[in-house]
Structure formats: C-alpha cells, structure tokens
C-alpha cells in the first residue's frame, strides 16, 4: 500500500512549532517524550479526520498526514480496529487508536487547545456536542444517499425532501445556537482557539461548500459572526498553508 | 415546577465522598471551590443523564438530581439552552450548561474518572467513541417509533426490519468489540474504572431491558466479559445504592 504523506512541519515552519511547545510545555512530558511522533491515516478528503488535522496544524505539532485511497482501503478494512478511519498511530506502535472524536480531544491535550479548567473546558465540549447534534440531523439525507436498496428516482425525491426540511429547520436553528454563541468573541469559546473552533470549522466548510444537493451555498452568509469566524480560522497562517497547499 | 430531588451524600456516604475529595485534591481548587454545588436536571428516566449520574455517584460528588416530568417540559422547554435536556447548574448559576457528553468529560474530571494522561484519556475517549458509534446505529429504529407521519402497521413492520438486522449484524459486532477490549480487565480501560465505564453500563442495561421491541433481553448474555463487568459496576455499593432506591 503506498500512501500520500506529508510532513507537516514544512507547512507550518519552525516558528509555530516552537511557540506551541513553549506555551504547553506540561503537556509534553506525560507522553514520555518531548514531542509524540503522529500518524493519522485517513481518506484523501476533509470528513472525520479534517477537525484532528486543524488541532495539530493550529498547535503546531507535526504529523504523518497519510491518505488511503478507495481502492486501497478495501484491502485495509479488514486489518482495522473496526472497520473504520481515521486510525492515530503514536510513537510508531502497530496498534493503533480509533476514534475521531478521541483523537481531536488527545490533540487538544498536547496542545493546550482544550482548556485545563473543567469549567472552560465544559465550555468546549457543549460546542462540541453542539456541532454533533447538527451533525446528527443531518446524517439520515447522508446515509441514504449510499443505500443501494432504494431506486435512483425515489432516492432523490427522499434526499430532496429532507434536505429541504434541514435548510427550512435544523439548519438554521443550530447556526443561530453558534451565532449566538460567537457573540463578540473571536472564538466559540472565547478569545483563544479551541478544538470546538477546529471541529465547527469543518462544518462551516462542509455546509459552505455546495457539494451537497439542496443545501445552498450561501447557507451561512446569513450568520455575518460565523461568517468573519470561519475567515479568520482559515486566514490563521497553519490552516491557511494547509488548505492552499497545491494537490 | 415541582421537581423530584435527592441529596446524593446520604447515598455515596461520607467515606466515599472524603476518598474521591482525598485523591484528586488537584482539580478542585480550580473550580474555585472546595466542591461544586453541581444540579443535573433531566426527565425522570436513564436516557442521556444517566452517565453523568453514575459517573456523580461513582466519584463520591453530591449533587442536585432533578427530575422533570412530560407535563413540565411543555412549559420548560423553550425556557432550555437549546431546547434540550439535560443541563447543569454549577454553583447556583442561573445559565445552565448542556450537552451530556460534555457533562460527563466535566464529572470525569472532577472525580478522576478521566485520566491524566492524554494517552490513556484518548483509550478512554476512544472507548466513548466506540459506544456513540453503536447507539448511530440503533438510532434509526428509535426515531422512527416517534414518527407520526407512519401509519401503524406500517411503521412497526419498519421497526422490525430494523432491529432484527440491528440484533443479526451491528449490535454483536460492537458487543465483541467491547468484550475483547475488556479483555482480562476489570474495566474497559484497564483496572480502574472511568467515564467510559459509566457510559457502556448505561448501554448494557438499556439493551439488556428487553424494553426495546425486537432486542431479545438475553442479547447480552453470549458476552462472558460484559456480563461480568455489567455485575461489577451494579455492585459498586454507590451504583447499587441509586439502582435499589425505592421509587
């Protein structure tokens, strides 16, 4: 199997490296090792991996961002965990750990980019969960989309109709909940970034970007605070490096 | 509103409550107090409180648990964060904090019930991961009993599809998962229990019910380990105290 790399700290420079280093540097030694050696083996797309990607890009902390192919991951499958990417191989273990969800909070952990105080980091996790309920809402238009056992035409009309319905209901009602949540701050919770930023800026992205049938573009130029976030997220020199790298 | 309260100190016992005060002294002070007046408000069943009860309970923390009716959530929902149950009120605050998972990440850690360590916290989150991605799968089935768009026959012919696919496929699949991650362990994640235990306990009872049509009430009896670890956490004297509890 042979897997597209990259190595991250090309893309986000010896500077960034050394600031997360130096503001978390308790996190560090509870790993045995002055910095984790990472891989994240995923799709060659966004999906459940992009919100672990953004934490590490935005901590500064370099990884082996594998890609697996279609084709590659039906060998694959069968040697996961279960059955599932991303898999996060540490420290050059065999054995790796599952999880997104898991993996995005462990990358917040070695980067301070989920707050220590369990109060604050409450915070992150309400967003988080947040972010999970629109998700949620929105995955029976995604799951019929690959189901094989409904006929092209009655598929569509189905996915039509619910997609719809999001755009009319769910939808708006979770931006508002983020919108007001932004409030004055230049994050979701507060005037630091969180792994809640990082997870929410993959939804911005997802339901911003077109790709899926009946769900407008322009879904969010409504909400002008979630807007000037997600702007800001991916202006951030990590992020911006990463998203424009040429394919 | 009349709410149904218990002060949970009578039920942990003053023993339990000083070793949970005794060995993660650390993470108090940062809530700014020795103890944090904590009330968890929530419909007067399992459902998504029920991980942060036990995880309560489980760290010797009292707290205020509030138990609301159908008849007052009428009046009380559009008075929720986001229409929602359950919330949390952190030293008599009146603006609550939602999001059960987030909830439970937050009584994790200020019990101990999460580890330091971000490996061992990103085993244990995986664990949580694993859990969610099990109650995805019977989520289908459960949303659409609440369907008043389908007839009767209709929608029970539907269930039944759905859980016996769910009973011949998916639900064996995650049960061997969790049963080999048990493995020679006591817990999920090793010797002590965590956040994760709370969770899956509240999974092996729901689905060892019999309460969900169609899900054989003995699914869980082919798992040796899961049986084993589902007695362990029902015998914990704190567990055990709030499951005997008179009505």
Redesign the interface.
């Known amino acids: 199997m042979s897997a597209v790399n990259f190595a991250l700290g090309a893309l986000a420079g010896a500077a960034a490296t050394a600031v997360a280093a130096d503001a978390y540097p308790s996190?560090m030694p509870?790993?045995g090792l002055n910095r984790p050696q990472i891989e994240l083996k995923y799709f060659d797309f966004a999906g459940a991996a992009e919100k672990v990607r953004f934490t590490l890009l935005m901590g500064g902390v370099s990884f082996k961002d594998t890609r697996v192919s279609f084709k590659e991951w039906a060998e694959l499958k069968p040697t996961t965990k279960?059955g599932?990417l991303p898999e996060?191989y540490?420290n050059g273990e065999t054995k790796p750990?599952?999880?997104?969800?898991?993996?995005l909070?462990?990358a917040g952990?070695?980067t301070g980019l989920v707050p220590?105080?369990?109060?604050k980091?409450?915070?992150?996790?309400?967003a988080?969960?947040?972010d999970?309920?629109l998700r949620?809402e929105m995955?029976?238009s995604i799951v019929i989309s690959y189901d094989q056992t409904i006929k092209p035409k009655e598929k569509a009309r189905k996915i039509k109709e619910l997609r719809e319905k999001l755009v009319a209901d769910q939808i708006p009602k979770f931006l508002s909940?983020f919108e007001q949540m932004l409030g004055n701050s230049d994050y979701l919770c507060g005037s630091s970034p969180t792994i809640a930023d990082a997870q929410f800026l993959v939804t911005c992205r997802w339901l911003g970007s077109g790709v899926l049938d009946h769900i407008p573009a322009d879904i969010m130029s409504k909400y002008p605070k979630i807007t000037a976030f997600r702007e800001r997220m991916e202006t951030t020199p990590e992020i911006a490096a990463y998203l424009n790298k040429p394919k």
Not at 116 to 119: A, E, L, M, S
């Open positions: 996190m509870t790993l279960y599932q996060m540490l750990y599952a999880q997104s969800g898991a993996m909070r462990f952990a070695i220590k105080d369990p109060i980091a409450l915070s992150v996790d309400e988080i969960g947040l999970e309920d949620r995955r029976p909940h």
